[in-house]
């Protein structure tokens, strides 16, 4: 079955950098378009950067020129690398693809941007 599976986040002072990894199995993953989400408390799930089969990228305003999203189709893997990162980055990334009618998810991984 599809497999998402983040790893990554944690906790990071203003100004600094995370990378976020996603690993997926059980598809074709080279095909599929790859997208990274997120959600902070009480806000709803909002789409931050995808990467299509071809590899271009598309990025939510607030993140472009500071998030790029990657792949490595060798790897069934999806990256997001977080530069400048601000206290309202805060939230649960989730690693996402569409499969047909299907949405997967995986289990998400928290960041935490505090001084």
């Known amino acids: 079955q599809v497999q998402l599976v983040e790893s990554g986040g944690g906790l990071v002072q203003p100004g600094g950098s995370l990378r976020l990894s996603c690993a997926a199995s059980?598809?074709?993953?080279?095909?599929?378009?790859m997208a990274w989400y997120r959600q902070a408390p009480g806000k709803q799930r909002e789409l931050v950067a995808s990467?299509?089969?071809?590899?271009?990228?598309n990025y939510e305003d607030s993140v472009k020129g500071r998030f790029t999203i990657s792949r490595d189709n060798t790897k069934n893997a999806v990256y997001l690398q977080m530069n400048s990162l601000k206290p309202e980055d805060t939230a649960v990334y989730y690693c996402n693809t569409l499969i047909g009618s299907n949405r997967y998810w995986g289990q998400g991984t928290q960041v935490t941007v505090a001084s």
């Open positions: 059980g598809i074709f993953f080279r095909i599929y378009t």
């Open positions: 990467i299509s089969s071809a590899g271009s990228t």
